[in-house]
T-cell receptor, first 117, second 109 residues
């Protein structure tokens, strides 16, 4: 089991371009979480998805950010018209079943470091 | 509003010395607390959770509701303990984790 996979590991975009970050959960996991870590800050929750459903997007910025987890393929975090403030490390985590991390460990990917020039 | 505070960004101790990484939290309900660790060039991983009341790699953490703290302790630090440590919480039935800013522990040989 290769664990949670994220690609690309590093992504450079110019202001106004689109960024697409991919996350493949661990085998057998159907729950995906995205977190963002700005410089000098802790990881902040963005969105929780199950296959084909967004369960909790309370941490997602209202504009330019979207996420999906299709029936087939990886989960995608999409950032449109990136700005310098979007520069951060974006982490994906997956869990096997219920979203409550008290009972179902979230396994983290290596992260994607986005740099906006 | 929920908040996790790790007051020390950097902590250095000598090998064999006791180590304590501080974590204080603020949460209106009944939280669940965790410690995550990230070793050099590795991904973030769960170290321990308070509901398990377990000791992992010699580390323990006790939830003190009166002081709203969940400090991580180890009586004798080892070089391999050098890493970034994050305290995190979640609310009952919640889906997501709320993280502190982390403490980088360096164990000096």
């Amino acid at each position: 089991n290769a664990g949670v996979m994220q690609n690309p590991r590093h992504l450079v975009r110019r202001r106004g371009q689109e960024a697409r970050l991919r996350c493949s959960p661990m085998k057998g996991h159907s729950h995906v979480y995205w977190y963002r870590q700005l410089p000098e800050e802790g990881l902040k929750f963005m969105v929780y998805l199950q296959k084909e459903n967004i369960i909790d997007e309370s941490g997602m910025p209202k504009e330019r950010f979207s996420a999906e987890f299709p029936k087939e393929g990886p989960s995608i975090l999409r950032i449109q018209q990136v700005v310098r403030g979007d520069s951060a490390a974006y982490f994906c985590a997956s869990s096997r079943t219920s979203g409550d991390p008290s009972y179902n460990e979230q396994f983290f990917g290596p992260g994607t470091r986005l740099t906006v020039l | 509003a929920q908040r996790v505070t790790q007051p020390e960004k950097l902590l250095s101790v000598f090998k064999g010395a006791p180590v304590e990484l501080k974590c204080n939290y603020s949460y209106s309900g009944s939280p669940e607390l965790f410690w995550y660790v990230q070793y050099s060039r590795q991904r973030l991983q769960l170290l321990l959770r308070h509901i398990s009341r377990e000791s992992i790699k010699g580390f323990t953490a006790d939830l003190n509701k009166g002081e709203t703290s969940f400090h991580l302790k180890k009586p004798f630090a080892q070089e391999e303990d050098s890493a970034m440590y994050y305290c995190a919480l979640t609310g009952t039935g919640a889906n997501n984790l709320f993280f502190g800013t982390g403490t980088r522990l360096t164990v000096i040989p």
